[in-house]
């Protein structure tokens, strides 16, 4: 390789690694971000309808008593793996907040997004983590866009996410004015 080459591969890596994360593969926080902008404007000018989810993971559980520690941090990089590669190509995945991650599901209504994310869910459920010695599943607020920007979006997704944890849990709660 000549030295431009090395130079555009090394500023390209440079620029990945600020829009990736490297353990999980999923977007970084801002990033995920701007592209959530990007598809309220999208939406605004083409009336597109998209979905947005905001996902947690619920209290991870030991598959047996034999002493193995659960690393929650090394578990939630797992899990949000298994859902980044489970996902449309269109479909944006993306870190929001240390232990949450945002899903941006664009061109689909409430209710065909749910039908992917209630696989997804059980995809998560049914799936043994850190060498099968642990068990998880995950909640999510769930909601259409509706003209609002990012911020209340979130907020409104935020409350949906609670709402499911409170509720026992391995849900996703959805504003029903969609549904």
Same mark, same amino acid.
């Given at each position: +390789?000549?030295r431009?080459?090395?130079?555009?591969e *090394?500023w /390209?890596m440079?620029?990945?690694s600020s /829009?990736?994360?490297?353990?999980?593969g999923?977007?970084a #926080?801002?990033?995920?971000?701007f592209?959530?902008?990007s598809e309220?404007h999208?939406?605004?000018r083409?009336g $597109?309808?998209?979905?947005l989810?905001?996902i947690? +993971?619920?209290?991870?559980?030991?598959i047996?008593d034999?002493?193995a =520690?659960?690393d929650?941090?090394?578990?939630w990089?797992e899990v949000? $793996?298994?859902?980044?590669r489970n +996902?449309r #190509?269109?479909?944006?995945a993306?870190?929001?907040g240390?232990d949450?991650?945002i899903?941006? /599901?664009p061109?689909v209504?409430?209710g065909?997004?749910m039908i992917? /994310? #209630?696989r997804l869910? +059980?995809?998560?459920?049914?799936?043994?983590f =850190? *060498?099968?010695q642990?068990?998880a599943t995950?909640?999510?607020?769930?909601?259409?866009y509706?003209g609002?920007?990012s911020?209340?979006?979130?907020?409104?997704?935020r409350?949906?996410?609670h709402?499911?944890? #409170?509720?026992g849990?391995?849900?996703f709660c959805?504003?029903?004015?969609?549904?």
């Amino acid at each position: +390789m000549n030295r431009r080459s090395l130079e555009a591969e *090394s500023w /390209l890596m440079a620029i990945s690694s600020s /829009l990736l994360d490297a353990t999980t593969g999923v977007f970084a #926080e801002s990033y995920t971000l701007f592209l959530l902008d990007s598809e309220i404007h999208r939406a605004r000018r083409y009336g $597109t309808p998209f979905a947005l989810a905001l996902i947690a +993971m619920d209290e991870p559980r030991a598959i047996n008593d034999g002493g193995a =520690q659960i690393d929650p941090g090394a578990l939630w990089a797992e899990v949000v $793996t298994l859902l980044g590669r489970n +996902m449309r #190509e269109v479909d944006v995945a993306g870190h929001f907040g240390p232990d949450e991650l945002i899903l941006l /599901l664009p061109n689909v209504t409430l209710g065909k997004a749910m039908i992917g /994310l #209630e696989r997804l869910r +059980m995809r998560v459920e049914n799936r043994l983590f =850190q *060498s099968n010695q642990a068990a998880a599943t995950i909640s999510g607020g769930v909601s259409e866009y509706a003209g609002e920007n990012s911020g209340p979006l979130i907020a409104h997704c935020r409350s949906l996410l609670h709402h499911a944890r #409170e509720s026992g849990g391995n849900r996703f709660c959805i504003d029903s004015g969609f549904a």
